[in-house]
């Protein structure tokens, strides 16, 4: 099983195991034109490719920077999941901010009710204060993991390309909640398809960065 063969290999620090995996399992069909998997713009800025869902589990490549206009976030980028996820960087930097979420008057807290056409973001009665722990920044072939139910938000190094491959495991009974304005009504967030041809050059990109961090891991250390 693919889900557990990623596990293995992040676990035990294989960064070109992993790599590798992500590669022929999913980034070659899609650069070749042999998958027919829509990549998918989400409402926070990055692309996400939906490589698997199986039962609880799912895994999902996550490209970040590949987008030319700035992001309008009609909440706070600060959410929590209902999965407990395992992110391994395959190229790039990518940072991950923790939030500390206590009762109060500064947010409301949204339920986001997620389908496959977008996110349902409904106001509920309850208000936190938060606040912001340092960014910690994940270098290619680190990994890191993060809890559900634990309010964060992603960030990377000036823009800059990156990606991750994300592992989750669902947990049904927990929310996914987004941080927002007090006065924020209840709306929706659209996920849009990328065409054939976009998710094809998307994925041809994120191969040719991926093979050439490789590459890079694997010159000898005092080699130009």
Same mark, same amino acid.
């Given at each position: 099983?693919?889900?557990?063969?990623?596990?293995?290999?992040?676990?035990?620090?294989?960064?070109?195991?992993?790599?590798?995996?992500?590669?022929? &399992?999913?980034?070659?069909?899609?650069?070749?034109?042999?998958?027919?998997?829509?990549?998918?713009?989400?409402?926070?800025?990055? &692309?996400?490719?939906?490589?698997?869902?199986?039962?609880?589990?799912?895994?999902?490549?996550?490209?970040?920077?590949?987008?030319? !206009?700035?992001?309008?976030?009609?909440?706070?980028?600060?959410?929590?999941?209902?999965?407990?996820?395992?992110?391994?960087?395959?190229?790039?930097?990518?940072?991950?901010?923790?939030?500390?979420?206590?009762?109060?008057? !500064?947010?409301?807290?949204?339920? !986001?009710?997620?389908?496959?056409?977008?996110?349902?973001?409904?106001?509920?009665?309850?208000?936190?204060?938060?606040?912001?722990?340092?960014?910690?920044?994940?270098?290619?072939?680190?990994?890191?993991?993060?809890?559900?139910?634990?309010?964060?938000?992603?960030?990377?190094?000036?823009?800059?390309?990156?990606?991750?491959?994300?592992?989750?495991?669902?947990?049904?009974?927990?929310?996914?909640?987004?941080?927002?304005?007090?006065?924020?009504?209840?709306?929706?967030?659209?996920?849009?398809?990328?065409?054939?041809?976009?998710?094809?050059?998307?994925?041809?990109?994120?191969?040719?960065?991926?093979?050439?961090?490789?590459?890079?891991?694997?010159?000898?250390?005092?080699?130009?």
């Amino acid at each position: 099983m693919i889900y557990a063969m990623l596990e293995r290999a992040i676990r035990a620090g294989s960064s070109d195991g992993v790599a590798e995996l992500v590669r022929t &399992t999913w980034l070659d069909p899609l650069a070749n034109g042999e998958s027919t998997l829509s990549a998918v713009r989400h409402p926070l800025g990055f &692309t996400c490719l939906p490589v698997l869902r199986d039962g609880r589990r799912g895994v999902c490549v996550h490209l970040f920077g590949e987008r030319r !206009t700035p992001v309008r976030l009609s909440v706070s980028p600060f959410h929590c999941h209902s999965w407990d996820l395992l992110s391994h960087v395959l190229y790039g930097y990518v940072g991950n901010q923790h939030l500390t979420v206590v009762p109060g008057s !500064t947010y409301r807290v949204f339920d !986001t009710r997620t389908t496959a056409a977008g996110d349902r973001l409904v106001p509920t009665a309850l208000t936190v204060d938060a606040t912001a722990g340092a960014p910690e920044h994940w270098a290619a072939g680190t990994a890191y993991e993060l809890a559900a139910g634990a309010f964060h938000a992603s960030t990377v190094v000036g823009g800059a390309p990156a990606a991750t491959v994300v592992l989750g495991l669902h947990h049904p009974e927990k929310p996914d909640l987004t941080l927002g304005a007090l006065d924020t009504p209840a709306h929706r967030l659209t996920r849009r398809l990328h065409s054939r041809a976009e998710t094809t050059s998307l994925a041809r990109a994120a191969r040719d960065r991926l093979a050439k961090g490789t590459a890079d891991r694997l010159v000898p250390a005092g080699r130009p």
